[in-house]
C-alpha cells in the first residue's frame, strides 16, 4: 500500500512564492509518475503540473514558466510556486500514479491573498 502525503502549503502574499511536498510511503517505485492538482472553492479540479517517471515534465498554461515540479529521489516530489497570484489559491492534492493504479494526498492548502 503506498501513502502520500502534501505539506507546504499556507498564506502567502500575491508575488510570494511557497514550496509544496509530495512525500510517498510505502511500495513507491521509480516507475510512478506525478501529477498536482488544485482545487479551488466552487471549481473542478484541474491539473498544474506533472512529472514522469523518467524526468519529463509539463505544465498547465496558467502556471508555465512560475511553477516548477521536481523530485529528489522516488519518494518525494516538490512544487514550487513563484509570483503567486490570487487566482492560485485552492487546496493543491498529489497524485502517484502507473497505468494500473492511483494514489492521492489529503491535498494542502494554499491561499494567496494581501
Known amino acids: 500500500q503506498v501513502q502520500v502525503v502534501e505539506s507546504g502549503g499556507g498564506l502567502v502574499q500575491p508575488g510570494g512564492s511557497l514550496r509544496l511536498s509530495c512525500a510517498a510511503s510505502?511500495?513507491?517505485?521509480?516507475?510512478?509518475?506525478t501529477s498536482w492538482y488544485r482545487q479551488a472553492p466552487g471549481k473542478q479540479r484541474e491539473l498544474v503540473a506533472s512529472?514522469?517517471?523518467?524526468?519529463?515534465t509539463n505544465y498547465a498554461d496558467s502556471v508555465e514558466g512560475r511553477f516548477t515540479i521536481s523530485r529528489d529521489n522516488a519518494k518525494t516530489v516538490y512544487l514550487q510556486m513563484n509570483s503567486l497570484k490570487p487566482e492560485d489559491t485552492g487546496v493543491y492534492f498529489c497524485?502517484?500514479?502507473?497505468?494500473?493504479?492511483?494514489?492521492w494526498g489529503q491535498g494542502t492548502q494554499v491561499t494567496v491573498s494581501s
Open positions: 497524485k502517484r500514479f502507473t497505468t494500473l493504479m492511483a494514489y
Open positions: 510505502g511500495s513507491i517505485l521509480s516507475s510512478y509518475h
Open positions: 512529472i514522469t517517471s523518467g524526468g519529463s
